[in-house]
């Protein structure tokens, strides 16, 4: 699920491509070279982490057994908190939490995203989901006229239309792909949408350290919660595997973690405006590791949406680069209220 343009560096979320559209420059741009490529690294870590849930989630790499979503959940949230928590022991970094409802609702945002990453790669090959998901910055235009009362030219609208009609050529109704787990991907967008949103709040609020640390522990509180609820443990389905999958679903937390320690730093060394584009070399990556992986090629119909939504989305990223400093001082004020 992976990557949102801050007032300051901040934290991404799961699986996808984080920048949202209309964010302020990083505070830090002494290295321009490095930020790219650290960010292609991090793109390259959340499609590894999508390609390793997808195995999990088929049932591919567990001998047809498929687990317990929120057994994943679980263990992939445990290693961002726990990660985290020795990272800050380490560097005997202060904790400082100045809004913990923000922080909460931030961190149940990303789980329903994460929820609906896990689920729609059950039904997606990881390209296609990749792209879909990859509307996440794209609509998080639409909701910061909302939720931030962000003023959105017609022509930003038009490309948040023409990234829904690219989804839209992917998951094709009447074709193969289309059908109830098509829905996921959407879902997972707009909640990740919204929680780009909500990032940008915080960035000028909170360290985006601490930021991460907490919606790590969040999903654990979560998922814990959820395990009770249905009468499950951390190790259902998990007694039964081999060295393999467990390899795979310590893969899942690593790369998850390391993919947004690695952005916060790309965004510290880069302006977000310059980052942006290269977000989605996600799709890339995504492409790349499923032929590898599964043999898996997109057919025609699904490039042409694939480059429909990276088309709306760059250009997106491309008016950022082209706005005045001026005005992404006022907006990052703006957001601070």
Avoid at 14 to 25: D, F, G, K, M, T
Avoid at 190 to 215: I, K, M, N, W
Wanted: net charge neutral; proline share 8%; hydrophobic share 55%.
């Amino acid at each position: 699920m992976t990557p949102t343009p801050p007032a300051a560096p901040l934290v991404r979320a799961p699986a996808s491509p984080p920048l949202p559209v209309s964010a302020a420059e990083a505070p830090a741009a002494a290295h321009p070279a490095a930020g790219l490529a650290l960010m292609l690294l991090a793109t390259a870590c959340f499609a590894g982490m999508d390609t390793a849930v997808r195995e999990l989630s088929s049932g591919h790499a567990t001998g047809g057994l498929v687990l317990p979503v929120v057994v994943m959940l679980w263990w992939r949230y445990l290693a961002q908190g726990g990660l985290m928590g020795l990272w800050f022991l380490a560097r005997r970094r202060p904790l400082r939490i100045a809004h913990p409802k923000f922080q909460l609702m931030r961190g149940l945002l990303l789980m329903v995203s994460t929820v609906c990453s896990f689920l729609g790669l059950r039904h997606l090959p990881v390209p296609e989901f990749t792209a879909v998901v990859m509307l996440a910055p794209v609509l998080a235009t639409a909701l910061a006229a909302f939720a931030l009362g962000e003023r959105v030219s017609a022509g930003r609208w038009a490309l948040v239309a023409g990234a829904m009609v690219g989804a839209l050529i992917i998951i094709r109704p009447g074709g193969a792909l289309f059908g109830p787990g098509a829905l996921y991907p959407l879902a997972g967008a707009l909640a990740f949408g919204s929680f780009q949103v909500l990032t940008r709040r915080l960035a000028s609020l909170e360290d985006p350290y601490a930021t991460h640390l907490c919606t790590g522990w969040v999903g654990v509180i979560i998922g814990s919660a959820w395990l009770l609820a249905q009468g499950l443990t951390p190790w259902d389905g998990l007694d039964e595997l081999g060295p393999g999958p467990w390899a795979i679903l310590a893969l899942v937390g690593l790369l998850g973690t390391i993919g947004h320690l690695v952005l916060i730093l790309a965004l510290g060394q880069a302006p977000a405006s310059l980052l942006m584009p290269f977000s989605y070399s996600q799709i890339a990556w995504a492409t790349l590791m499923a032929w590898l992986v599964a043999g898996h090629w997109p057919d025609d119909w699904s490039w042409v949406g694939i480059a429909v939504i990276t088309g709306c989305g760059a250009t997106s990223a491309w008016l950022n680069l082209r706005r005045p400093a001026a005005t992404n001082a006022v907006q990052a004020d703006t957001v601070t209220d």
